[in-house]
T-cell receptor, first 116, second 115 residues
Framework: SQKIEQNSEALNIQEGKTATLTCNYT??????LQWYRQDPGRGPVFLLL?????KEKRKERLKVTFDTTLKQSLFHITASQPADSATYLC???????????????FGSGTQLTVLP | KAGVTQTPRYLIKTRGQQVTLSCSPI?????VSWYQQTPGQGLQFLFE???????NKGNFPGRFSGRQFSNSRSEMNVSTLELGDSALYLC??????????????FGEGSRLTVL
């Protein structure tokens, strides 16, 4: 089955810096990869989706890259702010021929803290 | 547009009891998925319903069950509760998701504590 690893359970950075979070996966390459943000006691909120044929996707201060050779996605937050402090989850959908259930599978998340 | 609504938000049960959680998806969304979230295991997929049919199921014991009604509202049930069932149960809805490529809209969750 697919295994997803998000490097660093916790990441602390200074306000204004760029935060970079990593999502690695094993086995087959997913057709899509998504990133979510989760605040304590709340449900995850969708941020970005990137397809396997896309190298990069941007949304305001957020940027996601997808390297199917490295089996890795990087999530960047530029000009980080204390309000960006949250847990960030990557999630992927197995490709049709993988044999796995067509469900969104989540990584364990990286807790980001932006220090003022 | 109202978001995904889950009830109850918090509940406390004792071992051996059973519990039913409810989820109202966003209007127009026909797919409802359920996830269990614990500190140790993260988000674990329970099952997904589409048009009143269970379309996908995760690796959970038969004590965990669900259903979906004609109005897309969904319920999940856990019978014979165990201490390890204490978790945040999250419901998510989406548009037609086969494959599930679109974003999931999550509710705030139901926090279950089993004593």
């Amino acid at each position: 089955s697919q295994k997803i690893e998000q490097n660093s359970e916790a990441l602390n950075i200074q306000e204004g810096k760029t935060a970079t979070l990593t999502c690695n996966y094993t086995n087959y390459s997913p057709a899509y990869l998504q990133w979510y943000r989760q605040d304590p006691g709340r449900g995850p909120v969708f941020l970005l989706l990137i397809r396997e044929n896309e190298k990069e996707k941007r949304k305001e201060r957020l940027k996601v890259t997808f390297d199917t050779t490295l089996k890795q996605s990087l999530f960047h937050i530029t000009a980080s702010q204390p309000a960006d402090s949250a847990t960030y989850l990557c999630a992927l959908v197995p490709p049709i021929l993988s044999g796995s259930a067509r469900q969104l599978t989540f990584g364990s998340g990286t807790q980001l803290t932006v220090l003022p | 547009k109202a978001g995904v609504t889950q009830t109850p938000r918090y509940l406390i049960k004792t071992r051996g009891q059973q519990v039913t959680l409810s989820c109202s998806p966003i209007s127009g969304h026909r797919s409802v998925s359920w996830y269990q979230q614990t500190p140790g295991q993260g988000l674990q997929f329970l099952f997904e319903y589409f048009s009143e049919t269970q379309r996908n199921k995760g690796n959970f014991p038969g004590r965990f069950s669900g259903r979906q009604f004609s109005n897309s509202r969904s319920e999940m049930n856990v019978s014979t509760l165990e201490l390890g069932d204490s978790a945040l149960y999250l419901c998510a809805s989406s548009f037609n998701t086969d494959p599930p490529t679109g974003e999931l809209f999550f509710g705030e969750g139901s926090r279950l504590t089993v004593l």
